[in-house]
């Protein structure tokens, strides 16, 4: 006996075109306001960790678009010729350092920005705390237990600020999905399936770089999956309690036949299907290639390097304080970039996927994905025209949500997420983006909780791990 309307009887395929009203009420937000108190005078940044992400994102993109808010005040980075070269692509005339503590004690700083290595970002993080300053940190928050608590504490003792750079909550399609959830079109959340997907090309960029290694990243639960588990508590609305996972290292590192020094240098270019040729990319070869000389970091070393410790293949059970029960997996060599999203709710149940070639009928350049990704430009290529969404309710036909397709600086989320750190701009007060020291930690405890479970082969509760107990609603 069929519970569900056939569709083809009285198909009430509604396609709702709905656009994230942007325009937004242009409050303060609370979390950011000591940030954002000062509206007359720009605001004086510092960025330590001048790689990719902080002379792009944080480097030029700030300065093209925020200038007139902010100043910068100095750049740091322990390779001289990186921090060199980062003054000079971001076109800024301010003082750089390779002596975080020099900057610290010689500059005025309003707002420090923390886009080093993932297991270094609690140094700078307390550093600055502790000089009463308030701290963006790029994700994860750190990548352990012990150094999350010390985070925890630096952040009790401070007057300044700690604020969790979360772009992805921003994101125009995971802030809609998040809207829908909350109008409880589907009921109060029961479970949650999530499944991601790295491809080929960003997914192998982590294994021919210091994520490959669990003391420099704390292994994809953290560094990659820290985002993931942001969303799944900022969706469900509540903390994690408990987590037990799996995770092997079956594809990258010493499971390969044939290794090199680097793809450069390397003897089995033609061989090997993951050759990466960095000289094609000018910027990658100033900021990274010109500088190895200095602290040896190979951007484009090999993913077969034996000394390969993490997983490329996880999956994670999570149990939240509220009983939502959530089933996540992120796999890291797939022919295709992107995500499946389910949300099971008591009335109903709500489903979105991205990048999926044969669902999409389009099989973009995979090599190209993850640019899109980290782009800032204002024009691009036209791309998909919409996300599709789909929610039913129990006993009722399907309706086909079609939401204006965004993909570029993390589904938009990048630019949202400086708009409210630096201009006050709120999209919508109710969906409570502004993520802190609470909101950091408890995304990277999932993490940290994952790791230990599959080292140890148990489930293991949040609470064991540092002193926050999780709440029920948040
Ligand atoms: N939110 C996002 O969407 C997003 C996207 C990309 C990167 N990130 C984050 O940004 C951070 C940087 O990533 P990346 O891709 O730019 O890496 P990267 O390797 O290009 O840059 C890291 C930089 O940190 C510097 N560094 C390392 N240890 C340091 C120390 N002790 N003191 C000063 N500098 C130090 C390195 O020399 C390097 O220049 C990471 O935490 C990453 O998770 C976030």
Same mark, same amino acid.
């Given at each position: 006996?069929a519970?569900?309307?056939k569709? @083809?009887l009285?198909?009430?395929?509604?396609?709702k075109?709905?656009?994230?009203?942007?325009a937004?009420?242009?409050?303060?937000?609370?979390?950011f306001?000591?940030?954002?108190?000062?509206?007359?005078?720009?605001?004086k940044?510092?960025l330590?960790g001048?790689g990719?992400?902080g002379?792009s994102f944080?480097?030029?993109?700030?300065q093209?678009?925020y200038?007139?808010?902010i100043e910068?005040?100095?750049?740091?980075d322990?390779?001289?010729?990186?921090?060199?070269y980062?003054?000079?692509?971001?076109?800024v005339?301010?003082?750089t %350092? &390779?002596d975080?503590?020099?900057m610290?004690?010689?500059?005025?700083i309003d707002?420090l920005?923390? &886009?080093t290595?993932?297991?270094?970002?609690?140094?700078?993080?307390?550093?600055?705390?502790e000089?009463?300053?308030?701290?963006?940190?790029?994700k994860?928050?750190?990548?352990?237990?012990?150094?999350?608590q010390m985070?925890?504490?630096? *952040?009790?003792?401070?007057?300044g600020?700690?604020?969790m750079?979360?772009?992805?909550r921003?994101?125009?399609?995971?802030?809609?999905l998040?809207?829908?959830?909350?109008?409880?079109?589907?009921?109060?959340?029961?479970?949650i399936d999530?499944?991601w997907y790295l491809?080929t090309?960003?997914?192998?960029?982590y294994f021919r770089?210091?994520?490959?290694?669990?003391d420099?990243?704390?292994?994809?639960l953290?560094h990659?999956?820290a985002h993931h %588990?942001d969303?799944? @508590?900022w969706f469900?609305g509540s903390e994690p309690?408990?987590?037990?996972a799996y995770?092997e290292l079956?594809k990258?590192?010493k499971? @390969?036949a044939?290794?090199?020094a680097?793809c450069r240098?390397?003897?089995?270019k033609?061989e090997c299907d993951f050759?990466w040729?960095i000289?094609?990319n000018?910027?990658?070869?100033?900021?990274?290639?010109?500088?190895?000389?200095h602290d040896?970091y190979?951007?484009?070393?090999?993913?077969?390097?034996?000394?390969?410790d993490?997983?490329?293949?996880?999956a994670v059970?999570i149990?939240?304080?509220n009983?939502? *029960?959530v089933?996540?997996s992120?796999s890291?060599y797939?022919?295709?970039?992107?995500f499946?999203?389910?949300f099971?709710?008591?009335d109903?149940?709500?489903?979105t996927?991205?990048?999926?070639?044969w669902?999409?009928?389009l *099989?973009?350049?995979?090599?190209k994905i993850h640019?899109?990704e980290?782009d800032h430009?204002?024009?691009s290529?036209a791309e998909?025209?919409y996300h599709?969404?789909?929610t039913?309710?129990? %006993?009722?036909?399907?309706?086909l949500?079609?939401?204006?397709?965004?993909r570029?600086g993390h589904?938009?989320?990048d630019?949202?997420m %400086?708009?409210?750190?630096?201009? @006050?701009q709120?999209?919508?007060?109710?969906l409570?983006?502004a993520a802190g020291?609470r909101?950091g930690s408890?995304?990277?405890?999932?993490?940290?909780?994952?790791?230990i479970s599959?080292?140890?082969?148990?489930?293991?509760?949040?609470?064991?791990l540092?002193?926050?107990v999780?709440?029920?609603?948040?």
């Amino acid at each position: 006996m069929a519970l569900t309307k056939k569709s @083809n009887l009285s198909r009430r395929n509604f396609i709702k075109k709905t656009g994230l009203s942007l325009a937004g009420t242009m409050v303060i937000s609370p979390a950011f306001s000591q940030v954002l108190s000062a509206t007359t005078k720009k605001r004086k940044v510092a960025l330590v960790g001048t790689g990719i992400r902080g002379i792009s994102f944080y480097g030029k993109f700030l300065q093209e678009q925020y200038s007139d808010v902010i100043e910068y005040v100095g750049l740091c980075d322990i390779n001289p010729g990186r921090v060199a070269y980062a003054k000079e692509y971001i076109g800024v005339d301010c003082p750089t %350092f &390779t002596d975080f503590d020099k900057m610290l004690a010689t500059v005025d700083i309003d707002l420090l920005m923390v &886009t080093t290595v993932d297991s270094t970002h609690h140094e700078f993080i307390i550093k600055g705390l502790e000089k009463g300053i308030d701290v963006v940190t790029e994700k994860p928050m750190t990548t352990d237990e012990k150094k999350c608590q010390m985070i925890i504490d630096a *952040q009790r003792k401070s007057k300044g600020k700690l604020i969790m750079a979360f772009n992805y909550r921003y994101g125009k399609l995971f802030s809609k999905l998040k809207t829908i959830i909350d109008s409880k079109e589907i009921g109060d959340i029961i479970s949650i399936d999530f499944n991601w997907y790295l491809n080929t090309y960003h997914g192998a960029s982590y294994f021919r770089r210091w994520h490959g290694l669990r003391d420099k990243g704390g292994t994809l639960l953290l560094h990659k999956s820290a985002h993931h %588990f942001d969303l799944l @508590n900022w969706f469900i609305g509540s903390e994690p309690l408990e987590v037990h996972a799996y995770g092997e290292l079956e594809k990258y590192g010493k499971n @390969n036949a044939f290794r090199g020094a680097n793809c450069r240098s390397c003897e089995h270019k033609k061989e090997c299907d993951f050759y990466w040729d960095i000289t094609k990319n000018e910027t990658y070869m100033k900021l990274y290639a010109a500088n190895e000389k200095h602290d040896g970091y190979i951007r484009d070393n090999c993913l077969w390097r034996e000394e390969i410790d993490i997983f490329d293949k996880m999956a994670v059970q999570i149990k939240y304080s509220n009983n939502v *029960q959530v089933s996540y997996s992120l796999s890291t060599y797939s022919p295709f970039e992107g995500f499946k999203i389910a949300f099971n709710g008591k009335d109903g149940r709500m489903e979105t996927y991205e990048g999926i070639p044969w669902r999409d009928e389009l *099989q973009e350049d995979q090599s190209k994905i993850h640019d899109k990704e980290m782009d800032h430009s204002s024009h691009s290529k036209a791309e998909l025209k919409y996300h599709e969404i789909v929610t039913q309710r129990n %006993f009722e036909d399907y309706n086909l949500i079609k939401f204006p397709f965004v993909r570029k600086g993390h589904w938009g989320g990048d630019r949202l997420m %400086f708009n409210e750190i630096f201009r @006050n701009q709120i999209v919508d007060k109710k969906l409570k983006h502004a993520a802190g020291v609470r909101e950091g930690s408890m995304a990277v405890l999932v993490g940290i909780a994952a790791r230990i479970s599959i080292d140890e082969k148990r489930p293991v509760k949040i609470a064991e791990l540092t002193d926050l107990v999780p709440k029920k609603q948040i």
